[in-house]
Each structure stands twice: as structure tokens, then as C-alpha cells.
């Protein structure tokens, strides 16, 4: 129970080293948002995109690192913060230096209360949650996989 909770303190890539990347909670998360304006990026898969994620979330690609300012400031979600901790880390060795995560992922997010949007803007209940292993983590909302 406690390495558990080690893990999703720390994240799973960056557990033995957290440098250059802080882990928020949603309300954290939130915070950086509306102060820092930080670059969003959404590393689940386009299906997953589709049915939701954070407002003004660009989804990953390799071709968006390449025109991310490594100065500025970025935040990476997924689904349960596995596929965006790994990228976290990526960022971090290749220079970049205000790197966050949403710890929880939007799992963590939408559980907290906030909103998601489709591709075409308007809000949605519905979270993909990458696997139905995932889906009884979702307390508030439709889980969608």
C-alpha cells in the first residue's frame, strides 16, 4: 500500500528522480492554468481525445515538441498520469524546464468536478478511460473504452 502511494506521488518514470517535473493535484493544476497560461498537452491516443479532454489541450504529437519554446511552461496529462509521466520525463532530458504533470491524470480531474470538452468545444460528461480496467476509477461521469 505505501510503495502505492509512492507511485502516484512520485510517478511511475520519474519515482527515483522527480528533477524538472512537478506533479499537481487538479486544483494545482488549475492554478498554473489560469496564471501561468502553460502550454496543454493531452498524450492519450486520438480516439481518446475525441470523446474528451482538458480545454485548449493540443494531443501530443512529436511535431508539437518541436515548436514548444523549452522556456515555457507546459502541462501534460493522460488518462492516469502513466503515459503523460513518461513524456514528462522525456521533456525534462531533452532541456525543457517548467514542466507539470496532472497527477491522477483526468481520472483525478473529472473526479475533482472539472470540466472536459469534445473536439467540437462543448462540454461532455464522458471520459475515456483508456481500458475497462480503468473505468471503476471514475466516480463522477460516463466512462467511455
Known sequence: ????FLVYERGVYTFWSQKGVERLN????????EIEEPVIIDVRSEEEYQVSHMDEAKRYSPEIIEKLNPNDPILVYCTASVRSNSLAKVLVNLGFTHIYELKGGLLHWKNQGYPLVRTDGNRTDSLHTYSST??????????VY
Do not use: N, Q, V, Y
Request: avoid cysteine; aromatic fraction near 4%.
Open 26 to 33: 487538479a486544483e494545482d493544476a488549475i492554478s498554473l492554468i
Open 1 to 4: 500500500m505505501l510503495l502505492s
Open 134 to 143: 480503468l473505468a471503476p476509477f471514475l466516480r463522477k461521469g460516463t466512462a
